[in-house]
């Protein structure tokens, strides 16, 4: 049974074996009077203590556990024997000893602030990626730029994960090179005497011929190899993490601050956001839900893809990642409320019927129907189960309801003409949806034996969107003529029941209603005729209406028409027929 004593290697303590201490405390003795005359040899010593801690750190798992005395050996292999580095300071040229072969010289990213101008990032990047770091920085500040300043939090990211160069050992990983007593000793005199130019040619130069004559068989030129594509394959994948998560937390850094998050921009879409907020909750908090409930994720795939490229990045820690892992757990929580209590807006629907008006048109009389508009709010014909912002005579800010449908049934019980409106909406409670339906502003105007209806309802924008809707239901008696202008074909309810008359496709011609049934003399008869499944088996129809832009597309056997409210195109056996609106 050996006894384990406690050391304090660089400020950091192990626990290492009686018989491994006393090895290690003879090597340090060693390396000390090897350096007693050298420059700057305080330095030095304190330098090669801080590498053998690194090196065991790197060695334990568990803070607990013993360094015995294969560790020691280990780190006397990679140092390399305090006899073997007695180098004169003019004869920095001579060929490096065999314990260079130990060591790792692969470049580890640091933080140069002996070389900076805020956190040396750029120049630790500089050094990493073998570019000046003019450059880095440069593109740094172009990247802040088109970002609109969103780049800034991958360089905070670098400036806290990315250690800071402190000691001589990491200045020499931080450049690639060799890191034991020999090229930590040269690196502390190039401070002392200026001779860097000697310097770079010890540590690769010499070695890559001792490569180049080593022994190694194919088998482990084959492993080298294999080992060298799966590193540069699982950089490719942390540099991709980095760029899908970076870009991300941008856009997520960007949309927190552009869509009138906390007042500083104003945009359009805020307002169609503020329309459809129900529950009336501050943009601000939905937004900062949304920041952390997708940022924080995106930020540790980032620092996943960081550790992936870079080594020796410094952990979170596990207070850090339990309060963000504690932000996301209430986020998703804040989340769901929110889900639940906009699903709770349309659990009630209300309609608000206004009473009956009489249309003073006699039934021996035609009745023409159009749709109209204003400049203002809207001069095309559209129709749909959605909304736009615009702004009244006032310049207040109102909501156009798209969503109209005219009804036609007919009037048994009397021999004249009604309109009715029909105002529907939805809300969290019946009185909430019947006070949103009573909000609608609906016009319609008579002309002499013209019923011009408005294509569009208002509202306004305080009582939201949800759904609001209107139904104008037109009675007519037996016997009355209808003209329906073509521009209501997307208004007029297309399905025939026995409670509805429909005018689809009757648009544009005189309709006569005869013992509950609209007969068109000028309609095409065969334009819509039903074909049974087999006669369907050949044809080809096809029938497209555009809602927005008014048009419409349709193709069957008799050929191509393409129609809107500026022109009609028709295609068939006929040739080709073009007629423009003027």
């Not at 309810?493 to 496709?505: G, I």
Request: glycine share 6%; aromatic share 10%.
């Amino acid at each position: 049974m050996n006894k384990t004593v406690n050391i304090n290697l660089a400020g950091i303590f192990f626990h290492i074996d009686e018989d491994a201490y006393l090895k290690l405390q003879r090597y340090l003795k060693a390396i000390k009077r090897s350096f007693t005359d050298s420059q700057g040899s305080d330095e030095i010593i304190a330098d090669i203590e801080a590498r053998i801690a690194e090196i065991f750190s790197e060695k334990i798992k568990d803070e607990k556990e013993v360094i015995g005395i294969k560790e020691v050996e280990e780190v006397i292999a990679i140092m390399g024997q305090p006899e073997d580095y007695r180098i004169d300071e003019e004869i920095f040229e001579d060929e490096a000893t065999a314990s260079e072969n130990y060591t790792n010289k692969t470049k580890q990213l640091f933080r140069d602030t002996t070389n900076s101008y805020v956190g040396g990032v750029s120049s630790g990047l500089g050094h990493y990626l073998g570019l000046d770091p003019i450059w880095i920085r440069l593109t740094w500040i172009l990247l802040t730029i088109f970002s609109s300043g969103a780049f800034i939090l991958i360089y905070i990211a670098f400036w806290i994960f990315v250690p800071e160069a402190k000691t001589t050992a990491d200045f020499l990983a931080m450049k690639g090179e060799a890191i034991n007593i020999n090229t930590i000793e040269k690196k502390i005199k190039e401070g002392f005497n200026d001779v860097a130019d000697k310097v770079k040619d010890v540590d690769y130069k010499k070695y890559g011929t001792k490569i180049k004559s080593g022994s190694s068989n194919f088998f482990d030129t084959l492993g080298s190899v294999s080992l060298t594509l799966l590193k540069i394959f699982t950089k490719i994948i942390g540099a991709f993490i980095i760029i899908l998560s970076g870009m991300t937390l941008i856009a997520l850094f960007i949309g927190l601050f552009t869509f009138g998050t906390f007042g500083f921009i104003e945009t359009p879409i805020t307002d169609y956001i503020d329309a459809i907020n129900h529950p009336n909750v501050p943009l601000w908090l939905v937004s900062l839900l949304l920041f952390f409930l997708l940022g924080i994720p995106n930020f540790f795939f980032l620092y996943l893809g960081l550790k992936i490229t870079f080594n020796n990045l410094k952990s979170i820690g596990t207070t850090g990642k339990l309060s963000l892992l504690s932000i996301w757990v209430l986020s998703i929580i804040g989340a769901i409320i929110l889900l639940i209590n906009g699903a709770t807006q349309e659990a009630y629907d209300a309609i608000v019927t206004e009473d009956p008006t009489t249309l003073r048109v006699n039934s021996s009389d035609t009745l023409n129907i159009k749709m109209i508009g204003n400049n203002q709010h809207s001069h095309r014909s559209f129709q749909g189960n959605n909304f736009r912002i615009k702004r009244d005579e006032n310049d207040n800010k109102i909501l156009l309801i798209k969503d109209i449908e005219i009804f036609i049934t007919e009037n048994k019980e009397d021999s004249i003409a009604t309109i009715s409106i029909n105002k529907m909406a939805e809300g969290n409670s019946y009185s909430n949806a019947k006070e949103r339906a009573s909000a609608i502003q609906y016009m319609y105007e008579v002309k002499g034996n013209s019923l011009l209806l408005n294509k569009y309802a208002t509202t306004d924008i305080k009582n939201k969107y949800n759904d609001q809707e209107i139904e104008i239901t037109l009675s007519i008696p037996e016997g009355m003529t209808i003209m329906a202008d073509e521009n209501t074909s997307h208004f007029n309810n297309s399905w025939k029941s026995s409670e509805y008359l429909s005018l689809h496709d009757k648009e544009g011609h005189y309709v006569q209603l005869i013992n509950g049934e609209f007969i068109c003399n000028t309609c095409p008869q065969d334009e819509w005729e039903y074909k049974d499944s087999e006669e369907e088996e050949d044809t080809i129809h096809i029938n497209i209406y555009d809602d927005d832009e008014d048009a419409h597309l349709k193709i069957d056997e008799e050929g191509v028409r393409i129609k809107n409210e500026e022109i009609d195109i028709k295609i068939d056996e006929n040739g080709i027929k073009i007629k423009a609106d003027n």
